[in-house]
T-cell receptor, first 115, second 113 residues
Framework: DAGVTQSPTHLIKTRGQQVTLRCSPI?????VSWYQQVLGQGPQFIFQ???????GRGNFPDRFSARQFPNYSSELNVNALLLGDSALYLC??????????????FGPGTRLTVL | AQSVTQPDIHITVSEGASLELRCNYS??????LFWYVQSPGQGLQLLLK??????LVQGIKGFEAEFKRSQSSFNLRKPSVHWSDAAEYFC???????????FGAGTRLAVHP
């Protein structure tokens, strides 16, 4: 079975632009979470969606938004890009909405570079 | 506030030597703790997790971790390191339910032949 897939693999944007990152969860998984991993740091939680509803939001500005589609895939949008948004964006999927009851699996990430 | 500290940024060990990676957490209630490994160009892979019960947890790839509440620690160990273990290791705590993980800054492990 395919794991979590993310597209694109790499992306280069300039300051002020907007970007959309995509994530396809493992088949049957209903929860998708997004993390930002800046170079040299651990991942930081951005959003979690379960059954198309937002279940959690991290400490990120409103420039960051996300949604989940009926097929459980998800998009992360970032508007008005800043240099500091350069990072690896990780998507993770799980069947249930809580790690207390099931494991989540991470995708390989999208490397975003903002120039 | 909840947090995870990994005091060692880089660790180098010889192949076959034992390994211990340190993790300290700050969390008010009983924590749900995790160790993940990240190889270059790949996502995070779960090594093991602790929710409750036996404080010594066995994971994949020969790793184990011990939860010590009195020291707020969850250190990862392996008795004999292989060259393929070279990667970055992250300790994390589950925050407030659902899937929100708080990660430490990571420890990069290098293995000498």
């Amino acid at each position: 079975d395919a794991g979590v897939t993310q597209s694109p693999t790499h992306l280069i944007k300039t300051r002020g632009q907007q970007v959309t990152l995509r994530c396809s969860p493992i088949s049957g998984h209903k929860s998708v979470s997004w993390y930002q991993q800046v170079l040299g740091q651990g991942p930081q939680f951005i959003f979690q969606y379960y059954e198309k509803e937002e279940r959690g939001r991290g400490n990120f500005p409103d420039r960051f938004s996300a949604r989940q589609f009926p097929n459980y895939s998800s998009e992360l949008n970032v508007n008005a890009l800043l240099l500091g948004d350069s990072a690896l964006y990780l998507c993770a999927s799980s069947f249930l909405d809580s790690l207390a009851y099931n494991e989540q699996f991470f995708g390989p990430g999208t490397r975003l570079t903002v120039l | 506030a909840q947090s995870v500290t990994q005091p060692d940024i880089h660790i180098t060990v010889s192949e076959g030597a034992s390994l211990e990676l340190r993790c300290n957490y700050s969390y008010g209630a009983t924590p749900y703790l995790f160790w993940y490994v990240q190889s270059p160009g790949q996502g995070l892979q779960l090594l093991l997790k602790y929710f409750s019960g036996d404080t010594l947890v066995q994971g994949i790839k020969g790793f184990e971790a011990e939860f010590k509440r009195s020291q707020s620690s969850f250190n990862l160990r392996k008795p004999s390191v292989h060259w393929s273990d070279a990667a970055e290791y992250f300790c994390a705590v589950l925050s407030g339910g659902y899937n929100k993980l708080i990660f430490g800054a990571g420890t990069r492990l290098a293995v000498h032949p």
